[in-house]
């Protein structure tokens, strides 16, 4: 149990010790800083443990976003300041000082004005909280300060101070800020204005009954499954079914978020969790109404395997972009000028979340089309759409990047290179590379893709594709030679993500045999599970998938020259089986590793992370 040490008695009639226990504080009182001292020592190491001045007055949720967030070694609000295991050795460094140093009582009664927000103590004000803040920052440690917007936190001195305090606390309800802090500050037009004004107080019944942020991200997953499941009937009634259903699961997708920001439970598990079950959910959905489809006698197999290479190289381009940017020093373009102008129109805020097709837009048109028409025309909808949102989006990124004078750090070539998941032949072959030669990887990237995909379109299965296979590899191993730090370097992961999912699609619709596309978009699934695993793990700060794991599932250039070699060499029935065979290796290679390696981060104490959703 988390420990909270008053500095001093509490003034009669506060309620900061009943509010302490509600957040799951084990109180205890110190009467000088040596007592704080002494009653820090005694609490274990591992648990976490607040400083909080006796005298403070605030809404509780204040003191919950200060003392509780899990994310955060150090935190502090006006009055308070907590510490979880990994920062006691620096709040103990700084207490230690304050009581050598002859800091005096834990709190004196100067008269002073009345701190209402994160911020520096009101003039005359002497807090030992914020004297332990105030050394941990002379030290350089990063205490967290949460935004509290109209939340009160105030440490007044006087009897006239904590009465303006009392009723700054009276004019603000809590539980609305609680309420509206529970939704993320920026989504879609859909979710913002059709699913939050009611998933919050979901989420809020939910926290009251006490589930977890992991249980509704589970329930949603169980939710889209029965979806799918209904959509594969190839039914009219399972078609609405599925529908309603998807929507249900969405809202559930939404909650489990909402739920994490209202009881600040967040976790690196969760985080993955949520994350992966959202690819999960989607795709297969999109295998439930390919099921469908084929029930009624129509193939929409190759529209749903086009649906799936398409989004998972549209975020390929997100997570490349950020990672490419997120550090860069001098990062700063007249393109994103004008992008950050027009955020500030309300309208074309709207328009352009709604442009870019995010989940929330993407769900809500799959599953009205679902309900109301036929599965190849849902996905005509949605290639359309994506389509037209991968090209705004990625042409908007491409002017930004051409119009940046942005340096990128050593941090963000590694993440790309990371991503670009390169397996043991472009290892070998990239040393070749690595002359005195002009730098163009995502050139060469680029060709090599476009090369390989026409190749794959006009001869289909044969030993032209694999002869343009084995330059594809070349020019991969070419394309991350140097350190992608060029301005379109970024472009490098999702160009080989189109080419590798691409030639598997094309591949399996030219061997034109039953069951190969179903085949083919599960070895597309599998892959890219590995490829979002390794992008959560990069966005979470574990570092890539172990070498040995890129190297046992051949890397994309392998994979890629792989199917080639299988499609030209094997019947088109042994392809559809080669196929299966391939996805099912792949899958629990990948799965196998992933689940053991966030369960024991989620077991070892990893720091814990909040992942915001996907930004399409």
């Given amino acids: 149990m988390p420990t909270a040490i008053l500095t001093g008695q509490p003034v009669p009639g506060s309620s900061i010790e009943s509010d302490l226990r509600d957040l799951g504080f084990d109180v205890r009182t110190a009467s000088d800083p040596a007592d704080a001292e002494a009653l ?20 509780p949720h204040a003191l919950r976003l200060g003392l509780t967030d899990p994310r955060f070694p150090l935190a502090a609000v006006p009055g308070a300041v907590t510490a979880r295991a990994e920062g006691r050795q620096a709040l103990t460094r ?3 000082r304050e009581t050598s140093a002859g800091g005096g009582t834990a709190h004196v009664g100067a008269s002073a ?12 004000v002497d807090s030992l909280a914020d004297r332990i803040v105030t050394a941990l920052d002379a030290d350089g440690a990063p205490v967290h300060r949460p935004e509290l917007g109209s939340l009160v936190a105030a440490v007044p001195a006087d009897p006239q101070a904590r009465n303006e305090a009392r009723q700054a606390v009276a004019a603000v ?10 939704v993320k500050a920026r989504d879609g037009f859909f979710t913002t204005f059709f699913i939050s004004p009611y998933s919050r107080y979901l989420a809020r019944w939910c926290a009251r009954r006490g589930l977890t942020p992991n249980q509704v991200t589970t329930a949603s997953l169980l939710t889209a499954l029965i979806a799918a499941s209904c959509a594969a009937t190839g039914t009219r009634a399972g078609y609405v079914a599925a529908g309603v259903l998807l929507i249900v699961s969405f809202v559930l997708d939404c909650t489990d978020g909402q739920l994490a920001r209202y009881s600040l439970q967040y976790s690196t598990l969760g985080a993955w969790l949520d994350a992966t079950f959202d690819r999960a959910k989607e795709y297969a959905y999109y295998a439930g109404l390919a099921l469908g489809a084929a029930r009624g006698g129509d193939d929409v197999w190759a529209l749903a395997l086009g649906a799936m290479v398409l989004q998972t190289c549209r975020h390929v381009v997100d997570f490349s972009f950020n990672e490419a940017n ?3 020093t001098a990062n700063t373009s007249p393109t994103a000028a004008l992008s950050d ?3 500030s129109v309300g309208w074309t805020v709207w328009v352009r979340r709604m442009i870019v097709l995010p989940i ?14 036929t599965p190849r025309i849902t996905f005509y909808a949605l290639l359309v759409g994506c389509a037209l949102a991968a090209t705004y ?8 990047s051409l119009t940046r004078r942005a340096e990128r750090t050593d941090r963000a070539a590694q993440a790309l290179a990371d991503l670009a998941d390169s397996g043991p032949l472009v290892e070998l072959l990239a040393p070749l590379a690595r002359g005195k030669g002009p730098r163009i990887g995502w050139l060469s990237a680029a060709a090599g893709a476009a090369l390989l995909l026409l190749a794959a379109w006009v001869w289909g299965p044969s030993w032209w594709v694999v002869l343009l296979a084995g330059l594809y590899v070349l020019l991969s191993a070419e394309a991350v030679a140097h350190p992608l730090k060029g301005a379109l370097d970024w472009l490098v992961p999702p160009l080989f993500r189109a080419a590798e999912y691409g030639t598997v699609l094309i591949l399996a619709a030219k061997s034109d045999v039953n069951g190969a596309l179903p085949a083919a978009f599960g070895l597309v699934a599998a892959v890219a599970y590995h490829h979002y695993d390794t992008v959560y793990r990069i966005r979470g700060d574990a570092g890539a998938p172990p070498a040995w794991l890129v190297r046992a599932v051949g890397g994309q250039e392998g994979r890629t020259l792989l199917v080639t070699v299988l499609a030209a060499l094997l019947t088109a029935a042994q392809f559809k089986v080669a196929l299966t065979v391939l996805a099912v290796a792949v899958a629990l290679v990948v799965l196998v590793e992933s689940i053991r390696f966030w369960v024991a981060a989620h077991q070892g104490g990893a720091p814990a992370v909040h992942d915001e959703g996907e930004p399409a």
Avoid: C, N, Q, Y
């Fill in 40 to 59: 820090l020592a005694a609490v274990p190491g591992g648990e976490r443990v607040a400083l909080v001045d006796a005298r403070f007055v605030g809404h």
């Fill in 94 to 96: 700084a207490l230690a």
């Fill in 173 to 182: 309800d809590d539980e609305a800020v609680r309420l509206k802090s529970a």
């Fill in 393 to 400: 989006t990625t042409a908007g990124r491409v002017l930004r």
């Fill in 113 to 124: 004005r009345t701190t209402l927000s994160v911020g520096e103590p009101a003039a005359g």
């Fill in 360 to 373: 929330g837009e993407r769900w809500a048109m799959i599953a009205v089309l679902t309900a109301a028409t």
């Fill in 341 to 343: 102008k027009l955020d």
């Fill in 326 to 328: 997120h550090d860069a």
